[in-house]
């Protein structure tokens, strides 16, 4: 069974709840791209009337790690995910609803083929983007994401 928006959102509130209750929510989930938003209210805000950095982290590293998470399941393997490394660049407010957006399932995809194949850890850097209802890019994040099999 396939990992549906709905699925992921259910899982946030149980497991992740400071990034369900913050409004980050994931709304389309393919083979390739995810797609999560987080809109602007009071929860989420730093003193600059603009979401929070962190808050914008959760939702940028969730549309990279839905697809990793996705990716695990398919393959039917016992396989650890972690996030090693990350790099955040903001260029502008984050006000009203931004979107993430990454399309690096195909990277992770492949990490995870060779960690199946080979028997070592891997790692991958997956990139998603934050754009604001304009279309104008508010804040860009890298994930250094490692997966291995567990023994």
Known sequence: MKLSPGKINTFLLFKLPSAYFAGVRVKSISETTCITTVK???????????????????????????MVMAKIKESNQNISMLVANNKGTFSKKAKGRITFVCNDGDLIGSAIQKTISTGEGQTCWMRSEGKDSAGEVVSEFEFEWTVKIKK
């Open 40 to 66: 602007h209210k009071w929860i989420n805000q730093n003193p600059f009337k603009s979401i929070f950095w962190a808050v914008q982290g959760m939702a940028a590293e969730l549309s990279t790690g839905a």
